[in-house]
């Protein structure tokens, strides 16, 4: 292995990102210091964990502007570029929403919230693309997700003790997934690898599977000579994930305690994904306000549900089709970039767009873009804006051998 593609200590790998890299990692700890058990009478209650939180997203704010906006012009070309540009201007109409929001300061503080942790994530990936190599930026995020399982079960044991009948993974289920391509096709790390996929398969969780299952149908983009085999075996794995015949295996199996699998049993989405439709109709050109207004539909016909686990509904009921046309953009743009012929066309292009439709599948069944940074959302745009910084080097080194 050459100087270059030398694999990176932990340590290392955690320093190259600097203080952004520690202020990310820091969230999961911030994270496992607030959460607590509370009904769900009791979202929209600020408590003492609630200015925690608050007081650590102020800290990000003043660090991350200074260093985006005062220190260099040049970190900005993550942020006001596509994708991110896209998100960006979703985050504008999110603010703007505060005018029709009925509840001005929950909009206006997680409208805040969101630039900032846009910016933070862009700052992060500006240090890992200007310090490391491709290798070491995988590694990087690898790592990442394994950080995000520790403290998962670190919150697990908070809240439940040493019970594990749950899932002890349930607070990184929604992060660990966007980093299963890049764990099984890139990372040189194999105890990475092992960690990750055994996760997966351990999730019980519906999204993940079909989002693994869709993923690789990314090897019809690569240099597979099996390409037709690779989409039938696809199809037929979907299939048995959908279909009620494989229902009774799975619920005998590792879908212990489950009523259902198939995607007709969706824990309640079906419900609100109608409630939200019919919201929308209702103010299809700006919503109800960002966040305020989402969760003051559903929880006022849903008493179980103040998100609608899906990015396209949030983004309608809080922004409407106002914003919720740049988050469309916002994918089209990323998986524009994914499909592009800058990628080495083996296991990288395979990797990048298993990953972005991974991310897609998680944004449209959990909470995430288009709502408050909460779920997919931290996850999801953290890899994506991974994938813009690595299409940048890609890039670059293709117009250099063509020179």
């Known amino acids: 292995m050459s100087k270059s593609t030398k694999l990176l200590s932990i340590k290392q790998l955690i320093k190259a990102a600097g203080l952004p890299g520690y202020l990310l990692l820091f969230n999961n700890i911030i ?37 985006l906006f005062f220190k260099s012009t040049v970190k900005r070309k993550l942020l006001i570029v596509k994708p991110n540009k896209f998100l960006l201007l979703f985050v504008i109409v999110c603010f703007l929403s505060a005018f029709w929001s009925p509840n001005l300061n929950i909009t206006l503080y997680r409208a805040f919230e969101t630039l900032t942790y846009l910016v933070l994530i862009s700052w992060t990936v500006y240090n890992l693309s200007t310090r490391l190599e491709v290798q070491n930026i995988i590694e990087w995020v690898v790592f990442w997700a394994i950080w995000s399982i520790f403290w998962s079960i670190a919150v697990n044991v908070k809240l439940r003790g040493f019970n594990f009948s749950a899932n002890p993974f349930d607070a990184a289920r929604l992060a660990y997934p966007v980093a299963i391509f890049f764990a099984l096709f890139l990372s040189k790390r194999k105890f990475f690898k092992y960690i990750i ?49 494989f229902e009774t295996l799975l619920k005998s199996t590792v879908f212990v305690g489950r009523e259902e699998v198939s995607i007709e049993h969706s ?28 969760s003051a539909i559903l929880y006022d016909k849903f008493k179980g549900a103040i998100n609608t686990h899906n990015f396209l509904f949030s983004g ?28 080495p066309k083996n296991k990288w292009k395979v990797a990048i767009i298993g990953t972005l439709i991974m991310c897609l599948v998680l944004s449209l069944t959990a909470p995430g873009i288009g ?8 996850p999801v745009v953290f890899v994506i804006t991974v994938i813009c910084a690595l299409n940048y080097k890609f890039k670059a080194i293709k117009n250099k051998i063509s020179k």
Do not use: C, M
């Open 31 to 67: 994270t496992f210091f607030v959460k607590r058990r509370r009904s769900l009478e009791e979202y929209s209650i600020i408590d003492n964990s609630a200015f925690v939180q608050i007081g650590f997203t102020f800290l990000i704010f003043v660090l991350a502007f200074h260093a």
């Open 197 to 245: 996929l055994i996760l997966a398969f351990f999730s019980f969780s519906n999204k993940i599977y079909l989002g693994f299952a869709l993923g690789l149908l990314a090897f019809l983009f690569g240099n597979s000579k099996n390409k037709g085999f690779i989409f039938l075996s696809v199809i037929i794995l979907i299939g048995f994930l959908l279909v009620i015949d």
């Open 267 to 294: 824990t309640g989405r079906n419900k609100v994904w109608q409630i939200a439709w019919d919201a929308f109709k209702d103010s299809p050109i700006l919503g109800y306000g960002f966040v305020a207004g989402e």
């Open 316 to 343: 309608l009921l809080g922004t409407g089709l106002l914003g919720t046309v740049f988050l469309v953009l916002y994918y089209f743009s990323i998986f524009k970039i994914g499909f592009n012929s800058y990628w």
């Open 371 to 378: 709502g408050r940074v909460y779920g997919s959302w931290i």
